[in-house]
């Protein structure tokens, strides 16, 4: 009997336990984006040291700028040798121009992302392993940064479909021309077409590439390639139909956001680094404002070859 009443005890601590399964509190649905983060407004992160200035909902374009930052906000300098500290001067002020110029041409703002603490206290555009922060509010806010452009890319995935991400920097190579990266090696891009048109896998504009009647090479530098695009405007650019390899000169072909951001890994934003000379393009303010609706055409005109995406008034 013993044997009989442990037996039915235990039915009925299983029957118990699967009503009392039955009964657990429905999960809160998680709230789109959208009521996170409203349209034409600015979130802020920590003490207003990052931010986001949301753009339109049908806005394709994200741009960000990570490297102009000033304020210190007592964070330890990043002193590991291999540390990059330089700031890039007046880029935040372009990408500003930039997004102004797009929302006069199309009616849409961009969404932009902008980090305002100095390279020397933190880094935006490397892993955060790699970024030699020395204290947790560094990293605080480099994470607060990276959620905001992972949420960007997803509105912009959630609301539009596809996208492109431009990040912002500036460089002080003797050349004044735009390095337009994405993610190419050099060594790839000094090479012939054939060579350029087998490694689409590598670059951070794949979907663009596995959806484009175009060759990889013609993206890269042909007729409608971004940096043809932008000389088309006046604004020089490498790779370019006009100046298509780097050869053995400076150029930088992107870092971590775009690596990260881009389409490499998956997902239907591509992303592209866009590596500003300072003369002539972005050390006045007459200059930005000039740079930054020659930029916006660009863009403008790629969406339209490259996305399907109609976007100028």
Not at 7 to 18: A, R
Not at 24 to 34: A, M, R
Not at 42 to 56: A, E, L, P, R, S
Not at 229 to 250: F, M, R, T
Request: charged residues 20%; aromatic residues 8%.
């Amino acid at each position: 009997m013993k044997r009989i009443n442990l037996y039915f005890f235990l039915i009925v601590l299983v029957i118990c336990s699967c009503k009392k399964s039955d009964q657990t509190e429905p999960k809160e649905e998680k709230k789109p984006l959208s009521d996170i983060y409203k349209p034409n407004t600015t979130v802020y992160g920590t003490d207003n040291y990052v931010k986001f200035i949301v753009g339109d909902l049908k806005s394709p374009i994200i741009l960000a700028s990570p490297h102009d930052g000033t304020l210190t906000a007592n964070i330890p300098l990043r002193d590991h040798p291999d540390a990059v500290t330089v700031r890039d001067l007046y880029v935040t002020d372009l990408t500003l121009a930039i997004s102004d110029a797009l929302y006069a041409k199309t009616g849409l703002r961009p969404h932009v992302i902008i980090n305002e603490i100095a390279r020397s206290r933190m880094e935006p555009n490397r892993a955060l392993e790699e970024a030699y922060h020395k204290n947790e509010l560094a990293n605080s806010l480099w994470k607060e940064y990276h959620t905001f452009l992972k949420d960007a890319r997803q509105m912009v995935t959630d609301y539009v479909g596809k996208g492109l991400f431009l990040d912002m920097h500036g460089h002080g190579h003797t050349i004044p021309r735009v390095e337009v990266g994405y993610i190419v090696s050099k060594t790839n891009l000094n090479s012939s077409d054939a060579i350029l048109n087998s490694v689409p896998a590598t670059s951070s504009i794949l979907h663009i590439a596995n959806n484009s009647s175009f060759t990889f090479s013609q993206l890269i530098r042909g007729d409608y390639a971004f940096g043809t695009l932008l000389a088309n405007e006046g604004v020089p650019a490498v790779p370019s139909k006009q100046d298509p390899k780097p050869n053995n000169d400076d150029y930088f072909n992107g870092g971590y956001c775009t690596l990260t951001y881009g389409s490499r890994n998956g997902g239907t934003v591509s992303a592209i680094q866009l590596e500003t000379n300072g003369s002539g393009l972005r050390n006045n303010a007459t200059e930005r404002k000039a740079s930054g609706a020659k930029i916006a055409d660009a863009i403008i005109k790629y969406m339209k070859n490259h996305y399907g995406l109609f976007l100028d008034k």
